[in-house]
């Protein structure tokens, strides 16, 4: 495993910002110290892929307020990015930002599929990061609203012309 304090050619202070780790101790909301604990991490998570999009270089930027409500831990938030994938016409790379609400709440005992679970008063916010960040990808992206393709002349984008009018009738 390389070490982390190995040469890096990201910019500067980049990689040094960076984080795999979304584990939140929320001891300090069980004990009623604060209200909330605000979370603002850039991470890297593996795995944001579809076949049709990725996220670039795996970064996210999770920014997660977290409160207790009774038994739960409710995150609140936005998760964001960059999407990379390719034109769906032109097959040419075309990026975007990605930028999604999340709104999830953690239990001691979870429901599979609608809640996540807390473990020692923590909370792992890299499974629904991960999840709202791949729900978010675009299935069929353009380059542009007017993209015309590799061979436009071949194969039209536009609606089907009109038969010619008859004259005779």
Not at 90 to 110: H, K, Q, S, T, Y
Not at 140 to 155: I, M, Q
Request: hydrophobic share 40%.
């Amino acid at each position: 495993m390389p070490s982390s304090k190995q040469p890096s050619s990201e910019p500067p202070n980049s990689s040094e910002r960076l984080s795999s780790n979304l584990i939140v101790d929320c001891a300090r909301l069980e004990a009623g110290t604060v209200d909330c604990i605000e979370v603002l991490r850039r991470c890297q998570l593996s795995d944001l892929v579809l076949p049709c999009a990725r996220v670039l270089d795996d970064l996210l930027e999770v920014e997660v307020m977290l409160r207790k409500a009774a038994a739960t831990y409710l995150a609140v938030g936005q998760v964001r990015g960059i999407w990379v994938a390719e034109c769906r016409r032109c097959l040419e790379e075309v990026r975007g930002p990605l930028e999604a609400a999340l709104d999830e709440v953690f239990e001691w005992e979870p429901l599979e599929g609608e809640t996540w679970p807390i473990r020692d008063q923590r909370v792992d916010l890299a499974p629904a990061s991960h999840q709202v960040a791949i729900l978010s990808l675009p299935m069929a992206p353009l380059c542009s609203s007017d993209c015309a393709g590799p061979v436009p002349e071949r194969f039209p984008t536009g609606s089907a012309a009109p038969p010619p009018a008859n004259a005779d009738m």
